[in-house]
């Protein structure tokens, strides 16, 4: 048997992300790749650009409008944008964090106008007028590479995550374009599910407690598992290996009748590893499932 919890796993209908990462660490794949995941709704997209690109900054393929703009948009710009749309700021931080319209944008706009932000810089501690308040308006905080490791651990240690982070920075130590997703949200706070290293697979990654822990939807977990109670389950096939196992006995016996008395001891011998090997395999099996299932959730319903 295993414990489980379920939970509502529901990112916020109106989000502002701040992405911080080095040079080459993944920052804009990694926006397309959110973009594409279907966790966060929005109508059309907003692209803003130096002015010194001369045709599209990047070659996205998406469902929805994608409009190109060069430099920041003035607040009746802003006012005029159907809601649901999403703004994404790519190489202006320097002008986004000493702008006032950007930081009325992140506190206020952004809430009342129902609109999406997303902004990327290299330096998640840089200085500048807004720059505070623009990352404490941010509703989820995205930490991929830096040229200083001490980053992502003072941004932890800043919000009260730092056991969470450290663990979560030994688990990404193998991957080639590492992330954190910390999500600030009360919900989240309340659920202590703030920090992730995978949200895009078909199992998310949580870090929880210093502990990895995989979230599966609820139709995976019922396709292995069997409710007990409101917090406990067993998998479905926990005899699955003991019929395998009885299966090989009786053809290792029915192999022994038919042999001379050397090859019986050999039989035994054969038929007592078998056993031994089934047991193991069981074993192993079982705690295969229990490692993988933790958590569960339930998509939240398209609006």
Sequence with gaps: ???FKQYELNFAPIFRIFISGMSASGKTHFTYSLLQSGLFDFERVYYFHPDFH???????TLSKPLIFES??????EIL???HGSLLIFDDLYAEVRDSKT???LFRVLSSKQKLNVIVLTQRYFDKGKYSLSIRNSSNYHVLLRNSDERTNLNVGKMMGLSTDVKKATLVNSDKLYPYIFIDKTPEARVKNMCIYTDIFSQYKILIRNAMKVYIISEADFNAVFDKLDSDLAAPKNANQSTEICETEKSREGSRTNSSSSSGNSEARTSQSTRRSLGRFTRSRALERQIERVVHKYKKRSRL
């Design 54 to 60: 001369e045709k599209s900054p990047v070659d996205w």
């Design 71 to 76: 430099g920041l948009p003035s607040h009746q």
């Design 102 to 104: 950007m930081d009325y």
């Design 1 to 3: 048997m295993i414990k």
């Design 80 to 82: 005029a944008m159907p």
